[in-house]
């Protein structure tokens, strides 16, 4: 009995993960969580960067622009366009600008 009961919380357990994992909530809440963990961990790995004496005026590094690697990953989600078909279709990717460019 409690054997049968553990397996039917496992596979309903299971089934509640798909459904969310397939839902428009986690569709919308993913790329939130995902660049708040990103940005905090890319701060975390800058701030022992500085730490340990890798200054600007040293050692430049445009790539540890968190700034504007996040604004130019948010207008690439904005530029997904709707085919006629209906199905999304993504822009070709490409390099992001380099903040001395900008």
């Known amino acids: 009995e ?11 357990w299971q089934l509640e993960k798909d459904k969310f994992l397939n ?4 569709e919308t809440l993913f ?15 800058l701030a022992q960067f500085r730490a340990n004496s890798y200054s600007k005026a040293e050692h430049p590094a445009p790539f540890l622009d968190v700034v504007h690697v996040l604004e130019y990953m948010h207008e690439e989600c904005e530029v ?23």
């Open 2 to 12: 409690v054997k049968k009961l553990k397996e039917e919380v496992k596979t309903s």
């Open 23 to 26: 839902s428009e909530d986690f």
């Open 31 to 45: 790329p939130v969580k995902a660049s708040i963990f990103f940005e905090h961990g890319f701060n975390s790995c």
């Open 80 to 102: 997904v366009d709707k085919d006629p078909s209906g199905a999304k279709a993504s822009p070709q990717p490409e390099d992001p600008p380099s903040p001395s460019s900008t």
